[in-house]
């Protein structure tokens, strides 16, 4: 089963989805883990985020997934794995906070007006495209599942 998460082949849509997601996903772990660009960091996200109503656990999650999600997702490392738990957090903040907001972002930055959900359905949709593909080239996961004839 293991060996059946990490399996990936050599292509390239692998690492550009991979790394397209990590890259996107890392500068919001690292505000939410570290405090890195303008973040509250862990003590202030986990208040910040309880006093929207969401349970403490699930706070701890989607700091832990979104900061080490990103980094295994950069790697190559379980990316399948990573995947599904960024795809869990875009569900979780479609129905908790964006749904009410619409389809559309708020580009013009409307008083009063969140973000609607149509970033996160990209996010989705990336998540789906790694689930089928795995981690493609350069990965951790590929030269474990697949290792050189020696």
Known sequence: MFKRLMWTDDNLVGLILRLTLGIVFFPHGAQKMLGWF???GFSGTMAGMTKMGLPAV???LVILIEFFGSLALIL???SRL???GIGIVMLGAIFTVHLHNGFFM???QQA???E???YHLLVLGIVLALLVTGSGHWSIDRSLSNPMPG
């Open 106 to 108: 708020n580009w013009s």
């Open 76 to 78: 190559g490392f379980l």
């Open 38 to 40: 303008g973040g509250y």
């Open 116 to 118: 609607g959900f149509e």
């Open 58 to 60: 699930i706070v701890f």
């Open 82 to 84: 990573a995947a599904i």
């Open 112 to 114: 009063g007006k969140g």
